[in-house]
C-alpha cells in the first residue's frame, strides 16, 4: 500500500513538473514573439524612413525629371538639388526633350522643354530661355500647334533680340515666316521675310 501510494505521489510530482515545463515553455515562447513584435514596430519606421538614392549629378537628376515632368513633382526635386540646377542640367534636360521626341512622344518632349524653360529662368540666363523656346516652338509646329508654336517663336525672337544674339535670330525669323505661311498669315509672312532679306512673295 505504501508503495502504491509513493508511486501516486511520484506519478503526481512528475505531472506537475510536466506542468510547469509547459508554463514555462509557453511563457518563453511569449517572450520571444513580445519581443519579436517590439522588433518589427521598432524597425518598421527606419525601413520606412531609408534614404531616398543620392543625387550627386546633373544627369541623374535630369533622369529623375524627365520620368515625372509635372510641376509639382519637378520643383521638389530642383529645391532639393539647388547644387545641381546649372547650365549641364539645362543641356541634358534638352537631350531628354529631344530623345523624347525621337521615339515620338512629343508630348512628353513638350513638357520637358517647359521644366527646361523653369531651369533657364532660375539661371537667370537670356540665352539659355531664348534657345529652349525656339525648341518648344518646333516641337509644336509637328503637331500643327500653330497657336502655341508661334507664341514659342515670337518669346524666344524677343529674347534673341533683347540678348543682341543675331546670329541665332536668323533661324528663329526662318521658322516664324514658314509658320506663319502654313497658317496663311501672308502679311506676316511676307514681312519676316522681308527681314531677311528675301524681299516680297510672290503672289
Not at 539659355?128 to 503637331?143: E, K, Q, V
Request: aromatic share 8%; with cysteine; glycine share 4%.
Amino acid at each position: 500500500m505504501a508503495s502504491q501510494r509513493h508511486g501516486l505521489w511520484r506519478s503526481q510530482e512528475f505531472q506537475t513538473l510536466l506542468q510547469q515545463r509547459r508554463t514555462d515553455t509557453l511563457t518563453d515562447m511569449f517572450k520571444i514573439l513580445t519581443c519579436g513584435v517590439i522588433s518589427l514596430l521598432l524597425l518598421a519606421p527606419v525601413a520606412t524612413a531609408q534614404p531616398v538614392q543620392a543625387i550627386d549629378s546633373e544627369s541623374k537628376l535630369a533622369s529623375l525629371l524627365c520620368r515625372n515632368p509635372t510641376e509639382q513633382a519637378t520643383n521638389e526635386l530642383l529645391n532639393r538639388n539647388p547644387q545641381l540646377v546649372n547650365v549641364t542640367l539645362w543641356h541634358s534636360l534638352l537631350d531628354c526633350a529631344s530623345s523624347a521626341q525621337r521615339q515620338g512622344s512629343v508630348a512628353s518632349a513638350i513638357e520637358i522643354y517647359k521644366l527646361t524653360l523653369r531651369v533657364a529662368e532660375q539661371l537667370k540666363k537670356p540665352e539659355l530661355l531664348a534657345s529652349t523656346y525656339y525648341y518648344l516652338g518646333r516641337t509644336y509646329s509637328l503637331i500643327t500647334d500653330f497657336e502655341n508654336s508661334i507664341q514659342a517663336y515670337e518669346t524666344s525672337r524677343k529674347l534673341f533680340e533683347q540678348a543682341g544674339i543675331k546670329s541665332s535670330l536668323i533661324y528663329v525669323l526662318s521658322d516664324l515666316g514658314a509658320l506663319y505661311l502654313a497658317a496663311e498669315d501672308f502679311d506676316k509672312a511676307a514681312n519676316y521675310y522681308r527681314i531677311m532679306g528675301y524681299g516680297s512673295l510672290a503672289a
